[in-house]
């Protein structure tokens, strides 16, 4: 490996040990440059798996002896990471084996956690349901596998005819959902990793890859120690790991993307540098609606376009987001060189936001419009956070309000299609969209005097007791509500678990089978490799035996139209393999039997998917994935570019095939600027932003039980500026109370410490389940996509011994 790289990793890798021992036993493997192919030895064997972590998806050998995970090295045979893996990925292994895992399915009775059976806990969830199953709700996740999603999915929208699904992804991944559907009418990124190999600019969009996708960005920084030039432009709102790696930091205040966006087109415009060829064939201009505004929007002339954006002159962004005319100059020239490539790469900055589908059309628009589109390396990427919030949610579509396969329950169409596919009774679906997770805390935590209509919610594989916005409004109450019953399948204890009525204890990573889909539209398969601890089981299990209870309590909806269980699978004899016993679930895959079904679906929007043994066989394939004459299966690297994407016809150069104006042209939108819904005033002055730090995953449940991440990041804490902290005497390290209106928590201060916020801003991550930071957090959302603003509300900081009680 380069050693540079190497360098970087290391030094990004702050906690990595020079040696990976996990648990007590005795094997032990290089971490930095683990990356030769592991052959199965004497003691040893080596499998394929995803990392369970973050949404780039590196591939792990994962080694087992006696039965227990030991080892874990980077994966050589991957595209995505070529051996390498961040500190995560190199301890992986370890979130198996924390202290207290949980074994047994546990009840709250009179106040505390009691062990009971399996089979008296699938008895509760079931007779809950059965006895009023319209208010009933299921929570889930960007972590799902793709059957854990695709069964709970079927299982409330083709059984219980309950369209109550939504999973945490709606806090992360929706913005960029309606973003990518305004701009091409059909979800997920053109391009794929292959564009940072090939770029001459990377532009980061207040995301911050160096610590949340260490991998890819990895792949930027090592280009350069080869010599090659590759320049970075971080536009933050503070600076941070990523920020030390770049050319250019242009600092814009808080929702500053949008004016920027803005000004870049208009400098588009007035030096009449834009990609006219490009536009005239390919595109089509769009804005809101005056009145009511929609998704769809309106359509509006070039003249119409040009005369809204000229407003946005260097001038006026310059007031807007703080970033100087000449830097707002600087980007329109370099959109306008067409011999350039240019990505840019976004995350949670643009998608925590109220004008989230509008900035991210945007920026879509900033890419459309200047012709830096479909060429690799030049590319308008959006990175999606978690392992599978491509793969389960925006594919399997486990939001309230769609179907697999790019449908949607409103349309009647597609209902029709989808009760085709699952032999279900026509009018199973309901029509009528679910709560989507904002509203569905919100009824699930409304007395039902109030008007609160869900009593039951299921969570599976998240954290929302840590993670929703403004706990005191959607979470805490629930602990008052004695007719309201939480289920929660989980692998530790958690914040969440604290209010739980009954705990399901469940399976985790390569303790069972599993499907992810990364950001790159990669689907990657593996299979289980140890046995779960005690009495935990897979979560696709769990949700198939509640099925099956429901179908002995005579639930008509657990049938299909020919009267069998709507999950029903066959052994060669045709026989019923009873996998709703857990004994009995891997007498067959399934995984693999739940994907052949699912498959059928990803047609339907030229997502085509490969039979599930091509995935056995690949480190992940990119979707579409079609079969060529000679048999085999090709991936495709760029959408809707004729060079690669199989459904462009031959000869043409792009076609937008999904096109929302359905003339195969992509929509260039104008959107005016907001302010964020809260700004700082006299009594909370602060801006505070909320977000992630490099060795911690989310809510810590897993990072925090591994010594070496926990060691080396061991406490939440608030970052400051020093001025700031100056001004207010507040010293290193000092605790303090972040206070905003809606609630408080304390925090030592971290001044100019791994990020630094400008003068006027503090910074929380949010992993420490101590100190939780969403007591203080926003639930304002984007109208479209329904996604909270985790980045900015406005908060007062307070030394402890000034802070009045
Ligand atoms: N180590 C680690 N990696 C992870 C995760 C993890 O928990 N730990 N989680 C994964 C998941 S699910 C996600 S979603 C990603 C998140 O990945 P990122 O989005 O890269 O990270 P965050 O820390 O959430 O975002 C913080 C940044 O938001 C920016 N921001 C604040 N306000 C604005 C604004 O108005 N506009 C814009 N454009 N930016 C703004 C700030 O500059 C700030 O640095 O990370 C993934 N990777
Ligand atoms: N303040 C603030 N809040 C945020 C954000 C922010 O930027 N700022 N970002 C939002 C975003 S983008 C995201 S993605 C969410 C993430 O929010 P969550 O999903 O709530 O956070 P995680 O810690 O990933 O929770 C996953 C849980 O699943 C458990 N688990 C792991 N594997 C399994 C399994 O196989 N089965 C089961 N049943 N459980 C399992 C873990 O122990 C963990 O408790 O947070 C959101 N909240
Ligand atoms: S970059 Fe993400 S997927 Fe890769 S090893 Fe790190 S956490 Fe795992
Ligand atoms: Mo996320």
């Not at 290089?30 to 499998?47: H, K, M, Q, S, Y």
């Not at 979470?475 to 929660?488: A, G, P, S, T």
């Not at 085999?632 to 043409?652: K, L």
Request: hydrophobic fraction near 35%.
């Amino acid at each position: 490996m380069d050693s540079k790289r190497r360098g970087f990793l290391k030094s990004a890798a702050m906690a990595a040990a020079s040696s990976m021992v996990l648990g007590d036993a005795e094997f032990s493997l290089p971490v930095l440059g683990a990356a030769d192919p592991p052959t199965d030895g004497d003691e040893l064997t080596w499998n394929k798996a995803p990392c369970r972590f973050c949404g780039t998806g590196c591939h792990v050998q994962v080694g087992v002896h006696d039965g227990r995970v030991v080892a874990v090295a980077g994966d050589k045979a991957a595209e995505v990471n070529k051996g390498l893996l961040c500190v995560k990925g190199y301890h992986v292994g370890g979130i198996l084996y924390g202290d207290d895992r949980l074994t047994k399915p546990l009840l709250r009775k009179d106040g505390r956690l009691v062990e009971i059976e399996w089979d008296e806990a699938l008895d509760i969830v079931a007779q809950r349901i059965m006895a009023a199953p319209e208010k009933f709700a299921f929570y889930g996740s960007g972590q799902w596998t793709i059957p854990e999603g695709y069964a709970a999915q079927k299982f409330m929208k083709g059984g219980l005819s309950n369209n109550h699904i939504d999973p945490n992804a709606r806090l992360c991944m929706a913005s960029a959902v309606t973003g990518f559907l305004a701009t091409y009418g059909v979800d997920e990124p053109a391009g794929c990793y292959d564009d940072l190999d090939a770029c001459d600019v990377l532009i980061t969009w207040g995301n911050n890859p160096a610590e949340m996708h260490p991998i890819l960005f990895s792949r930027v920084t090592d280009r350069r120690s080869r010599g090659e030039n590759v320049r970075i432009i971080d536009i933050s709102t503070r600076r941070t790991r990523t920020t030390d790696a770049a050319n250019d930091y242009l600092e814009m205040a808080p929702h500053g993307d949008v004016a920027i966006s803005l000004g870049i087109m208009n400098q588009l415009i007035a030096s009449d540098s834009y990609d006219k060829d490009f536009v005239a064939k390919h595109c089509a201009f769009r804005a809101p609606e005056s009145d009511t505004p929609t998704l769809q929007g309106e359509a509006i002339s070039e003249d119409e376009f040009r005369k809204r954006i000229a407003a946005y002159t260097p001038e006026r962004v310059e007031e807007l987001s703080g970033v100087p005319a000449d830097q707002i100059r600087m980007l329109g020239k370099l959109f306008g060189d067409r011999d350039l490539r240019i990505t840019s790469l976004w995350c949670m900055g643009m998608n925590q936001h109220t004008m989230g589908t509008a900035i991210n059309s945007l920026v879509h628009g900033v890419h459309l419009l200047s012709g830096h589109f479909g060429r690799p390396g030049d590319a308008p990427t959006s990175l999606t956070g978690q392992p599978s919030a491509c793969g389960t949610v925006r594919e399997v579509g486990t939001l309230a309000h769609a179907l697999p396969g790019g449908r949607v329950v409103a349309n009647p169409d597609h209902r029709a299609q989808c009760e085709g596919f699952w032999n279900v009774p026509a009018g199973r679906i309901s029509p009528t969209p679910g709560y989507h997770t904002v509203k569905m805390f919100d009824q699930f935590t409304k007395s039902a005097d109030e008007g609160g209509d869900i009593d039951t919610v299921f969570v599976q594989v998240t954290n929302p007791g840590q993670t929703l916005p403004n706990l005191n409004k959607l979470f805490n109450d629930k602990e008052k509500l004695k007719d309201k019953f939480l289920i929660v399948s989980e692998v530790y204890p958690t914040a969440t678990t604290q209010l739980a009525d009954l705990i399901l204890p469940a399976a985790l990573w390569v303790e069972k089978n599993g499907i992810f889909g990364n950001s790159e539209r990669r689907t990657q398969q593996w299979f289980k490799m140890v046995d779960p601890p005690g009495e935990a089981r897979d979560d696709t299990w769990m949700t198939i035996a509640i099925a099956h209870r429901l179908l002995e309590l005579g639930h008509e909806g657990m049938k299909d139209k020919d009267g069998e269980f709507i999950f029903a699978v066959k052994d060669e004899q045709g026989e019923e393999v009873p996998i709703w016993e857990f004994e009995h679930y891997y007498d067959v895959n399934v995984d693999k039997h739940l994907f052949e079904e699912y498959r059928q679906f990803t047609t339907m929007k030229h997502k085509n998917l490969a039979p599930y043994d091509e995935y056995v066989k690949a480190r992940g394939l990119r979707w579409p994935v079609v079969q060529q004459d000679d048999g085999s299966w090709r991936e495709t690297r760029f959408r809707f570019a004729g060079f690669d994407d199989p459904f462009v016809a031959e000869g043409e150069e792009f076609d937008f095939y999904h096109s929302s104006s359905g003339d195969g042209r992509a929509q260039v939108w104008f959107h005016d600027y907001q302010p964020p819904p809260e700004v700082p005033d006299d009594d909370y002055p602060m801006w505070l932003c909320t977000g992630r730090v490099l060795e911690h995953w989310h809510t810590g449940t897993m990072t925090r039980r591994l010594p070496q991440l926990n060691r080396a990041m061991p406490t939440g804490y608030v970052e400051m500026n020093l001025q700031d902290a100056l001004a207010q005497n507040i010293r290193q390290g000092e605790t303090v109370v972040i206070e905003s209106r809606r609630g408080t928590t304390q925090l030592p201060v971290w001044i100019d410490g791994r990020g630094r916020p400008p003068r006027g801003t503090v910074f929380v991550p949010f992993f420490d389940e101590t100190k939780l930071i969403n007591n203080c957090t926003l639930d304002e959302h984007d109208p479209f996509s329904k996604q909270p603003d985790y980045k900015k509300c406005a908060v007062r900081v307070r030394k402890l011994s000034e802070a009045s009680s």
